[in-house]
């Protein structure tokens, strides 16, 4: 009767949680020196600061002063595709290998788990020149190692939990084979065999009737976590849940590892288990899944394929899961990967299994990564197509509070530039908060750099905009909204008050790098304009600043918020994009100009209207009301008049009295 209901709905993938919860961290430029919280649950870190003496200086280390210092030291090392290879300080043997990160220095060492930061390993080696030993014991390193009481505590938490599941889920060769065949009809898995489910270690729970994808510590086979993804079914659509053990941050399971042979040279990554196990299943390649999706590919996992001289990217049959595939094969070296262009006839792996398409063929015919600085339309013209196919993807992720944004700027898309502008005082930080809250609330991970606004102040104002209520009211509430709050992948930079440029673009770029950025908004340029000596004109200071943030989205397809005060006004008149301070440089480099609109003398205490003064995607410019909720900090368009005016190009900086819905 279930499986009925099941087969008569239409399967839709919704993965819930895929991406997106990691807690909120915060970037500093020292912990851009000295680390960021770690990947594994059993990895054992070194304790910040032991040897080394934080300078705060935020210049990360480039890969020739690794380079430099390794030769200078005498350490061998190999140059391989992300990281460097080095005889690892931590095991007797020295064919066990140490991977260095080469764009943040991060190491970890796959014999013993242990990572750390480029200072830790020069630690290391100091340490190993003052004990005068060929390695450091895990006993010589032992007072340098931290495991914290509370991580601990969750950590066993944890373990219990996960151990409970595993031991309760059973294989499905043990299950009745009308269950077995339920259950794989459901996740539409109909024709992987038990085999292969075995291979992969894949079980069933069966109270929740969800699939249990383990997580094997690579090194002794251990459990460290695992996933479960359980369908539900609701008016006619199967939605198909993930969770993750332990919570997603901790979670940087690669899929597939276990199964792959230590001398493979070939792999194919796809974005979900399922596709894995039929990629496999269908051509017998090496293949690992990324932990959560397209949505991220975490530094920590890059050690895992540094053994391939060849990867393939195949991870979903979408724009998104393509913009993904040419984002990460960025971290993994162009040069040894290809990708599978997603297409009517290119569907994602486990689909292409179950029409029965030939899955070698597919893999044989992807597209090499790299490219040349010049090409033909010959080679742009299937981008242009899948542009031209899927509009809807291409206009980029809608605001949910803010439809009006929506009919206007179509969406927020990777790789812009957005000004922002509006009286001092009229609300600028407010709405921001809640324009990139909205985004990050659908999975665009966010990084904040407030200079004005203190983080806790920021992110108290966040809150109240996520809960839509004064929690000072009803505190009550405060951890359940907290935890809530804390699942956005959303991240914020340190820093406060006058800022270096520099500084502030090292951080955003190994933003990107670690935590998959796709939106950085900057409150605001005035903070970066006293400290650029090089321009005596501060007209040029500026240009400058807006040149470097623009190259910045351009070059890592995250889009840049960037707030700008006006110059001075008149307070009767509204502004204008030659309002915004500063020289014509930074409307022209900009993709998008908004202006909030304070019309105190016309509408009144509290009435804004958001004007969308410049919009490069499609040319649509134009206005619209909104209206602040003091107690939840929040604003909405005024239900009483017409939404969105469109404004001709001529009269654009001009705001309507009426607003009528009228296409330009
Ligand atoms: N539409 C509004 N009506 C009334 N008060 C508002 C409105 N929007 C924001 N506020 C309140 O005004 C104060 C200033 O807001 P905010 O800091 O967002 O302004 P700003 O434009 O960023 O300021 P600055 O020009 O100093 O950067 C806050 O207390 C905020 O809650």
Redesign the pocket.
């Known amino acids: 009767m279930w499986l009925n209901t099941m087969m008569r709905c239409v399967f839709h993938r919704v993965i819930a949680g895929r991406g997106q919860p990691l807690l909120p961290r915060v970037l500093t430029p020292a912990r851009l020196k000295h680390g960021f919280a770690s990947a594994g649950v059993s990895r054992r870190h070194f304790k910040k600061d032991l040897l080394s003496i934080l300078d705060g200086s935020v210049t990360p280390v480039t890969v020739t002063e690794i380079r430099q210092y390794l030769r200078e030291n005498m350490i061998s090392f190999h140059d391989g595709y992300s990281c460097l290879h080095v005889p690892s300080p931590f095991t007797p043997n020295k064919d066990n290998l140490l991977f260095i990160d080469k764009t943040t220095g991060r190491f970890l060492c796959k014999d013993t788990l242990l990572e750390g930061t480029w200072e830790d390993f020069k630690d290391s080696m100091d340490l190993l020149t003052k004990e005068g030993s060929s390695f450091l014991s895990p006993e010589t390193l032992s007072s340098y190692l931290q495991d914290s009481d509370s991580e601990d505590g969750e950590r066993q938490l944890n373990h219990m939990e996960i151990s409970r599941i595993w031991n309760k889920a059973v294989w499905f060769h043990d299950l009745e084979e009308e269950d077995a065949q339920l259950i794989k009809a459901m996740f539409n898995i109909s024709k992987i065999t038990n085999t292969t489910l075995n291979k992969f270690g894949v079980k069933c729970f069966q109270p929740t009737k969800s699939l249990v994808f383990p997580w094997y510590n690579p090194r002794d086979l251990t459990m460290k976590g695992l996933k479960l993804l359980s369908a539900m079914c609701q008016a006619d659509v199967v939605n198909y849940i993930e969770t993750v053990y332990p919570g997603p941050s901790h979670y940087h399971n690669l899929f597939g590892i276990t199964v792959m042979g230590k001398k493979d040279t070939e792999v194919v990554i796809t974005s979900q288990e399922v596709d894995s196990l039929a990629v496999h299943q269908a051509t017998g390649i090496t293949t690992v899944s990324l932990p959560r999706g397209i949505n991220c590919f975490p530094p920590v996992l890059l050690p895992y394929l540094e053994q391939f001289k060849r990867i393939t990217l195949w991870l979903g049959d979408d724009l998104r899961a393509w913009e993904a595939s040419k984002l990460f094969s960025r971290k993994l070296s162009i040069k040894r990967c290809s990708l599978i262009r997603p297409g009517d006839t290119q569907p994602s792996p486990l689909k292409a299994f179950s029409l029965g398409l030939n899955l070698n063929k597919l893999i044989k015919a992807s597209l090499p990564a790299s490219h040349k600085s010049i090409i033909s339309f010959r080679q742009l013209r299937s981008d242009v197509f899948s542009q031209l196919e899927n509009t809807e993807q291409v206009a980029g992720v809608k605001w949910a509070r803010f439809p009006e944004l929506n009919k206007l700027l179509k969406g927020h898309r990777k790789g812009e530039l957005t000004i922002f502008t ?12 809640e324009y990139a809250l909205d985004l990050c609330m659908q999975g665009v991970n966010t990084l904040w750099g407030s200079f ?2 203190g983080n806790v102040r920021l992110a108290k ?1 966040m809150l109240t905009q996520f809960s839509l209520q004064r929690l000072e009211e009803s505190l009550d509430q405060y951890d359940e909204w907290a935890d809530r709050f804390e699942e956005l992948p959303l991240y914020f930079m340190t820093f406060h008050g006058e800022q270096n440029i520099k500084s502030v673009i090292d951080t955003m770029k190994h933003a990107v790098y670690m935590y998959d950025i796709n939106h950085v908004i900057i ?2 340029l005035q903070f970066m304009m006293g400290q650029e000596h090089l321009f005596s004109d501060k007209f040029a200071v500026q240009d400058y600043i807006v040149g470097a943030f623009r190259k910045f989205a351009t070059e890592n397809d995250c889009h840049v918020t960037l ?1 700008i ?1 006006p110059r001075k006004e008149d307070d009767d008149k509204e502004l204008q994009t030659s309002s915004i301070f500063g020289s014509a440089k930074a409307s022209q480099e900009a993709d998008n100009v908004l202006i ?1 609109q ?1 019309r105190k003398l016309v509408s009144g ?4 209207h958001l004007q969308l003064s410049k919009n490069r995607f499609d040319g649509d410019v134009g206005v619209f009301a ?1 209206e ?1 909720n ?1 107690s939840t ?1 929040t ?1 909405t368009s005024s239900k009483s008049k017409a939404k969105v005016k469109k404004v001709a190009k001529e009269n654009e900086d001009a705001v309507p009295d009426q607003a009528p819905a009228k296409k330009k």
């Open positions: 509006g009286p001092t005082g009229s609300g600028k930080t407010t709405f921001i908060s004005e606004l104002v409150d605001n707030v005060h909030l304070d205490p509290g009435k804004r909104l602040f003091k900090l604003f």
